[in-house]
T-cell receptor, first 110, second 114 residues
Framework: GESVGLHLPTLSVQEGDNSIINCAYS??????FIWYKQESGKGPQFIID?????DKRQGQRVTVLLNKTVKHLSLQIAATQPGDSAVYFC?????????FGTGTSLTVIP | DARVTQTPRHKVTEMGQEVTMRCQPI?????VFWYRQTMMQGLELLAY????????DSGMPKDRFSAEMPDATLATLKIQPSEPRDSAVYFC????????????FGPGTRLLVL
């Protein structure tokens, strides 16, 4: 099967700092990518998405960067807040299939 | 505040029993997804529907799992017979499909098969 892997399983940042969560994907045919946030006991929550014809997309306090050359996706969170503490998943879509990474646990230190 | 609802939220059953999980997608959404999440495997797509028709169910064990959409407001995932390895959190998600591929997840059904 395809692999969507995260470089770091855990990440701790100080409140107010910027966070960067990375994701590697392996399928060159993937044309759509999504970042989700999952808090304990809840379902994943959409954060931001990007299509393969773009290399950057910005939302509110979040930015997704896509590097198709090295098949790398990153999520940047500006001014990280305690409410950002959660597990973050990247997902890729290739054809009709969605593949999810195992997640990175982000902890924000007050 | 539209959201995906799932029932039951928790289910404990014995091996061999039938389990039915239900999902009500957001009104107007035409795609429905079923996922399974475990610590070992992470989030796995089991099946999904577009306009109530199954689009892909290649991730679903066919011998014991079945997914249906009796109508646009109800999706079901059934396991018969259930096994301990089916213990997981099962998420339903809905979306607008071709209009926008964002998926909105429900709270999940936490299943424990003893």
């Amino acid at each position: 099967g395809e692999s969507v892997g995260l470089h770091l399983p855990t990440l701790s940042v100080q409140e107010g700092d910027n966070s960067i969560i990375n994701c590697a994907y392996s399928n060159s045919a993937s044309d759509y990518f999504i970042w989700y946030k999952q808090e304990s006991g809840k379902g994943p929550q959409f954060i931001i998405d990007i299509r393969s014809n773009m290399d950057k997309r910005q939302g509110q306090r979040v930015t997704v960067l896509l590097n198709k050359t090295v098949k790398h996706l990153s999520l940047q969170i500006a001014a990280t807040q305690p409410g950002d503490s959660a597990v973050y998943f990247c997902a890729e879509k290739a054809g009709n299939q969605f593949y999810f990474g195992t997640g990175t646990s982000l902890t924000v230190i007050p | 505040d539209a959201r995906v609802t799932q029932t039951p939220r928790h289910k404990v059953t014995e091996m061999g029993q039938e389990v039915t999980m239900r999902c009500q997608p957001i009104l107007g959404h035409n795609t429905v997804f079923w996922y399974r999440q475990t610590m070992m495997q992470g989030l796995e797509l089991l099946a999904y529907f577009r306009n109530r028709a199954p689009l892909d169910d290649s991730g679903m064990p066919k011998d014991r799992f079945s997914a249906e959409m009796p109508d646009a407001t109800l999706a079901t995932l059934k396991i018969q017979p259930s096994e301990p390895r089916d213990s997981a959190v099962y998420f339903c998600a809905s979306g607008l499909g071709l209009v926008r591929e964002t998926q909105y997840f429900g709270p999940g059904t936490r299943l424990l098969v003893l």
